[in-house]
C-alpha cells in the first residue's frame, strides 16, 4: 500500500500515513459514517486514473483519450444500476454533499422551499441546516423528532401543508429508527412536492433488504459510498422515477452545473465497492451490523444508559449522556484515550452547543469489517459502560487500552 519511493521522498508524509495506519490498525472504531475500504479499492484510488481528465460523459468528453475511462464509468454505472435495481445512476458526485447540492440544484431555484430532517434531531448538513448552502440558498423549514426519538410525523405533515416545500428530504445522520418513506411520499405527493432520500447511512442496510427501501417512493436518492457501503469516499445519485428529463437535468446538474472532471479513480473503485456489495458475503456483514447494534443497545440499557428510542433498527445509535454528569465531548476524549473511537453527538432539544453535546453517537459498521467477534463487541460494550460510569479511574482506562490493542492486534485491518 505505502510505496518505497515516498518514505525516501516524503518521509514527513509516509511517517504519518503510517502513524494513522497504526491508529486504525490499534483502535476500535465505532463511528457510525465510517468503515474500511478493502485493499481493491485502495489500489484503483491510489492508481494512474487520478491522472486523467474526463470532464463530460460516457461517449461525449471535453478531452480526448478517454475510451478506457469511458469503459471504466460504464461498468460503474451498470453495476449501481444492477445493485439498486434504478434505471438512472450517477457515479461522479465527489462526496455525499456534492451529491446533495447537485440534486438540490436540478430540482430548485433559489430561495424555492424545502423541508427537511433538523440537523439536531439526527438530520444531516446539507437537509436544510441555516450554517449550510442547503439553509443559505433556499428557504429551509424542518421536522424532528417526538418525546419518545421516533420522527414526529404530525410535526412533517403539518409543516408540509403549511410551507408546501417544493422538495420534502428524507433521511438522517444520527437516528436509529424506522422511516416511513411510503408515508412521506403521500405527504409530498399531496403538497405536490418531489420527495429526496439521502440513503447514505442506511445504503448497506437496504441493499441487503434489513431496512425499508425507498426507492419505489423517491423521485430522487443520493448516498455516499463509504459508509455502511464500505467503498472509497465519494457521492451516487440514483432514481428509478421514470422521468427521462429528470434524469437529464442531473446528470447536467452534476456536469457541468456544480462539478468539473470526475474523480476516475474512484470511480473505478466505486465500481469495485459495487461488485463487493452484489456478493453473499456482503450481506452476513449487513446482518452482523445491524444484530451487533442491537446487542449493544441492549446492554447499555440494562446498565442505565439513555439511549434515544431505546432501541435501534440499524447500525447507529444515540446516548443521551445527561444522567451520567458527563457530556459528549467528555465522554468521546475518555473512550479515545482508552483506544475506542466514537464521535460527540448532539441530542434532540440538546442544551450543550454541537462543539460540546450530550450525546455521543455509536456505530457498527466498522467493528464487523474488521471481524471483531460478537463476545469481543459484548465485552467493550461493558468497557465503554466502566469507563463513561468512573470517568475518574484512569487506571482502568489504561487497562482497558491494553486489552483493546490485544482485540484489534487479533483482529487486523489490512492483515499487515
Ligand atoms: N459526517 C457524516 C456523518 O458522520 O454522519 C455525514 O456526512
Not at 156 to 181: A, N, R
Not at 401 to 412: L, M, Y
Request: aromatic share 10%; glycine share 6%; proline share 3%.
Amino acid at each position: 500500500m505505502i510505496n518505497k519511493k515516498m518514505k525516501k521522498f516524503d518521509p514527513k508524509i509516509w511517517n504519518l500515513i503510517n502513524d494513522e495506519k497504526n491508529r486504525q490498525e490499534l483502535c476500535i472504531n465505532l463511528i457510525a459514517s465510517e468503515n474500511y475500504a478493502s485493499n481493491s479499492i485502495l489500489e484503483a484510488q491510489g492508481s494512474c486514473l487520478t491522472n486523467k481528465y474526463a470532464e463530460g460523459y460516457i461517449g461525449n468528453r471535453f478531452y480526448d483519450g478517454c475510451n478506457v475511462i469511458d469503459k471504466i464509468e460504464s461498468i460503474a454505472i451498470n453495476r449501481a444500476k444492477k445493485l439498486f435495481c434504478v434505471e438512472y445512476a450517477n457515479v461522479q458526485p465527489h462526496s455525499g454533499s456534492q451529491a446533495n447540492f447537485a440534486v438540490f440544484q436540478a430540482l430548485l431555484k433559489p430561495y424555492d422551499i424545502i423541508l427537511g430532517m433538523n440537523l439536531n434531531h439526527g438530520g444531516h448538513l446539507t437537509h436544510g441546516s441555516s450554517v449550510n448552502f442547503s439553509g443559505k440558498i433556499y428557504k429551509s423549514y424542518s421536522y424532528g423528532v417526538n418525546e419518545f426519538g421516533e420522527i414526529d410525523y404530525q410535526q412533517f405533515k403539518y409543516l408540509s401543508f403549511l410551507h408546501h416545500p417544493k422538495v420534502i428530504i428524507g433521511g438522517f445522520s444520527s437516528y436509529s429508527g424506522i422511516c416511513d418513506w411510503k408515508y412521506m411520499r403521500k405527504i409530498a405527493d399531496k403538497v405536490n412536492a418531489y420527495f429526496f432520500v439521502d440513503i447514505s447511512h442506511i445504503v448497506g442496510l437496504i441493499i441487503s433488504g434489513l431496512y425499508p427501501n425507498p426507492i419505489k417512493y423517491a423521485h430522487v436518492i443520493s448516498t455516499t459510498t463509504h459508509k455502511t457501503l464500505g467503498g472509497p469516499r465519494g457521492g451516487l445519485i440514483l432514481s428509478n422515477c421514470g422521468n427521462k428529463e429528470l434524469y437529464s437535468k442531473l446528470n447536467a446538474s452534476v456536469f457541468p452545473g456544480t462539478q468539473g472532471g470526475p474523480l476516475m479513480h474512484v470511480i473505478a473503485a466505486k465500481a469495485i465497492a459495487f461488485k463487493e456489495a452484489l456478493s453473499s458475503k456482503f450481506i452476513k456483514l449487513q446482518k452482523n451490523i445491524l444484530n451487533y447494534a442491537k446487542v449493544m443497545v441492549k446492554i447499555f440499557l440494562k446498565k442505565n444508559f439513555l439511549v434515544i428510542s431505546k432501541k435501534t433498527e440499524n447500525h447507529l445509535f444515540l446516548i443521551d449522556l445527561s444522567n451520567k454528569k458527563i457530556t459528549g465531548k467528555e465522554a468521546s476524549n475518555l473512550l479515545s484515550r482508552a483506544g475506542i473511537i466514537v464521535n460527540k453527538n448532539s441530542i434532540p432539544n440538546d442544551k450543550q452547543t454541537p462543539f460540546i453535546t450530550s450525546g455521543i453517537r455509536i456505530g457498527t459498521p466498522a467493528i464487523v469489517k474488521r471481524n471483531i467477534k460478537i463476545n469481543d463487541v459484548i465485552q467493550i460494550t461493558h468497557w465503554i459502560c466502566d469507563i463513561l460510569d468512573n470517568p475518574e479511574n484512569l487506571n482502568q482506562i489504561k487497562e482497558i487500552r491494553k486489552k483493546i490493542k490485544k482485540i484489534c492486534k487479533n483482529n487486523p485491518i489490512y492483515a499487515i
